[in-house]
């Protein structure tokens, strides 16, 4: 990725964990990234969102914790592999 790009990402994500009582949130942007792409390409583009956002549900559902959020992109993964 572009630093311009970073930076915006940056911004972002600072100002949405803001918005939405999240700033301690437990994940890995660059896992979240690339469960997106994986989904976008393995399935189709719209899967991204779909994906990232169920993956986020049951990390929450779990507890909320780092594992619980790399446990939920990992089994997003394995699933979207088939």
């Known amino acids: 990725m572009s630093d311009d790009v970073d930076a915006v990402l940056d911004a972002w994500w600072t100002t949405l964990t803001r918005a939405l009582g999240l700033e301690d949130v437990p994940a890995d942007r660059g896992a979240i990234l690339g469960l997106a792409g994986e989904a976008a390409h393995a399935v189709v583009r719209p899967a991204a969102p779909i994906t990232t956002f169920l993956a986020g549900y ?25």
């Open 58 to 82: 049951a990390a929450g559902l779990a507890g909320g914790s780092a594992s619980d959020v790399a446990a939920a992109i990992e089994r997003s993964r394995a699933a979207t592999e088939g």
